[in-house]
């Protein structure tokens, strides 16, 4: 069985090959974690589909507010002993699913670790850590143009069906900021009510705000209040 697709996200990516034996999620994880090329970019796996991210990340509504939700998340996480805040770049599969990534943000509480609902996985090459295995507490998405689709439609239904228990969605490329707070239900997620603009974690057990305000250079900064 052959892949079903491949979607690049960039025009200007060039050659490009994927090897004739990445034919499934097992695979292509093996493709991920041995092929050194594949550090340029960012690659995924959903339900016989690889996407190839090659586009520039927007500086501020998409780094800056990943870094935003890192700081706060990652120190809160931290300060309260409630698991770990992995930033963006770690690798997270879950075989029901079907699905391969790499989200902007992952939480994993020390429950979760525990009771085996998420594994870290050990690299072949190194022996070190290189993949979460499972369905962590709760994932982020920032959307930036080239993925649209993939973060509030595809994700949104993969991250439904590998029982992760809150997604994180933001837009920041027009003010003011979109941040929903999805949780997971029978039936699918459901966007947690804003009273305010504050949104209640149930995962974290807090409530949060995105902002976008002017910065030091004019252009937007992004604050992610906490109460």
């Known amino acids: 069985m052959a892949l079903t697709s491949i979607t690049v996200v960039d025009t200007e990516i060039g050659e490009f090959n994927i090897p004739a034996w990445v034919k499934d999620l097992a695979t292509f994880r093996r493709w991920v974690e041995e092929d050194e090329t594949l550090d340029f970019g960012r690659v995924g796996y959903l339900k016989g589909s690889v996407w190839i991210d090659m586009s ?3 500086l501020y509504t998409h ?27 770690v690798l997270l599969c879950n075989v029901p699913a079907d699905v391969s990534g790499q989200p902007d943000g992952t939480f ?3 429950e979760s670790f525990r ?28 959307v930036s143009p080239g993925t649209v689709r993939k973060d ?56 949060f705000r995105l902002t976008q305000a002017v910065g030091v250079n004019g252009r937007p900064e992004f604050t992610l209040a906490v109460r």
């Open 108 to 110: 994993v509480s020390a």
């Open 63 to 89: 780094n800056c507010v990943k870094t935003e939700v890192t700081v706060v998340l990652g120190e809160l996480v931290k300060a309260q002993g409630l698991g770990r805040y992995f930033s963006d770049g």
């Open 152 to 207: 509030t439609v595809r994700l949104r239904q993969a991250y439904w069906e590998a029982d992760i228990r809150e997604y994180w969605l933001i837009d920041a490329r027009k003010p003011p900021p979109k941040f929903d707070v999805l949780r997971h239900t029978p039936r699918g997620y459901v966007a947690t009510p804003k009273p305010g603009g504050w949104v209640k974690s149930a995962v974290l057990g807090r409530s």
């Open 56 to 58: 520039k990340g927007q």
């Open 115 to 142: 009771t085996g609902r998420v594994k870290d996985v050990v690299g072949r090459r190194d022996g070190d850590y290189v993949e979460l295995e499972g369905a962590p507490d709760l994932v982020v998405e920032v």
